[in-house]
Structure formats: C-alpha cells, structure tokens
C-alpha cells in the first residue's frame, strides 16, 4: 500500500497569506490527524478527521482550519499567516480513530 | 492533563552497543497507549513500538523493546546491537484510550548518534 503523501513539500509564503496543505492517507483510512512540529514547542496536535466530521480541535487560533473529504483525503488551511506559522506540518493517517497513526513526510512552510 | 517528559535531550551509542532513551508521563488515566516514533534526518516519522497499558508484557520488535512501568509512569525504549541507521530523533508518545480525545502527546524527543 502507498503510504500517507503530503503536498506540497515545501512552501514560502509571506505574513498575511493564507495556505492550503493536503494530505492523502493510506487507502482504506478513514481517520486523518494534522500536527504542527517547530523546534521550540515541538509536536502539537492539530486537529483530528473521521469520517468528514471534525473529532478533535487542539490549541490553535481559528485561523489555522481544516476539512475532510468523503475520500478521507484532508486539508487544512492557515489564513493570514504570521512568521510564528513557520513550521513542518505533518498529517497522520489510520484505519479508525483507535488506530496506530501513520505519518507523511510533512510540509515545511516558510513565512517571511 | 496528560504530560509526556524526555529528559535526554542528546544521546549517543557505539554501533553495535546497547541503549536505553527514557521516557516518564503523567496522567490519571488507566486504558491509555504509548508509542516511540523515530524521525531520521529530514525524513518522515517512523512507528518504532508500541505498548497497550492494559498489557503487563513488554512489547519488542526485533532489536528495538520497551519497558513499561505502568506505577512508575515510565516507559524506556532499549535499542539493541545499534546501528548508523538508527541515528533519528527519537519520540515518545501518549495516547488516551478514552472518549473521543485520541490526539497524540509528545515528548521533545531525545537525539541520538550513532558512533562508528
């Protein structure tokens, strides 16, 4: 099976746009999860898709948003972005929300 | 609200030996999983082990086990017969298994070298 892929991989943006990431999980997952990774904070959960519904939100502004479709492929969207935006998102895939996640290779967006 | 600590931020091996990355969590709960994940250098996050909390047993896979001390809230990865590729960042992770919270809590993650 083909693993989690993310597009784009890399991305330069500058403050005040907004950005869409995607991510495509493992044929057959249905539970799609986005975290944010920057070297002070580290892993911070995002938020969590199952079945086009939205499961769990973490501590992020409601800029930062996110969707999944009825093919379970997800994106999430960052709107007026900020140089602390600057980060490798990662999305995480698996069969159902008990599940073991599995990770793509991430987007690393650059804000300037 | 859950915490997961690694307190090594750095470490390192000679190929071939043996090490152990620690890991302590908090948390009130009872049913609950811990994983480590491996991130090598510029590419994707790895599921290296996990361990249910309901299970005694030390989980393994092949050179890589854990051990869970469930009273103690400790759970340490030992990697045996090290190897280069086993230089990554290495994490450890909590997840509940209760309700509809599933998120994962992270450690910093401890980095390790491999010495030839």
């Known amino acids: 099976k083909a693993g989690v892929t993310q597009t784009p991989r890399y991305l330069i943006k500058t403050r005040g746009q907004q950005v869409t990431l995607s991510c495509s999980p493992i044929?057959?997952?249905?539970?799609v999860s986005w975290y944010q990774q920057t070297p002070g904070q580290g892993l911070q959960f995002l938020f969590e898709?199952?079945?086009?519904?939205?499961?769990n939100k973490g501590n992020f502004p409601g800029r930062f948003s996110g969707r999944q479709f009825s093919n379970s492929r997800s994106e999430m969207n960052v709107s007026t972005l900020e140089l602390g935006d600057s980060a490798l998102y990662l999305c995480?895939?698996?069969?159902?929300?008990?599940?073991?996640?599995?990770f793509g290779p991430g987007t690393r967006l650059l804000v300037l | 609200a859950q915490t997961v600590t690694q307190s090594q931020p750095e470490m390192s091996v000679q190929e071939a030996e043996t090490v152990t990355l620690s890991c302590t969590y908090d948390?009130?709960?009872?049913?609950?999983?811990l994983f480590w994940y491996k991130q090598p250098p510029s590419r994707q996050m790895i599921l290296v082990i996990r361990?249910?909390?309901?299970k005694q047993q030390n989980a393994t896979e092949n050179r890589f086990s854990v051990n869970f001390q469930k009273a103690a809230k400790s759970f340490s990865l030992k990697i045996s017969d090290s190897q280069l590729g086993d230089a990554a960042m290495y994490f450890c992770?909590?997840?509940?298994?209760?309700?509809?919270?599933?998120?994962?809590?992270w450690g910093l993650g401890t980095s390790l070298a491999v010495n030839p």
């Open positions: 995480a895939s698996s069969f159902g929300t008990e599940e073991t996640q599995y």
């Open positions: 044929s057959g997952h249905r539970s």
């Open positions: 898709y199952f079945s086009e519904t939205q499961r």
């Open positions: 948390t009130s709960e009872s049913d609950y999983y």
């Open positions: 361990q249910e909390a309901y």
């Open positions: 992770a909590y997840r509940s298994n209760a309700g509809n919270n599933r998120k994962l809590i």
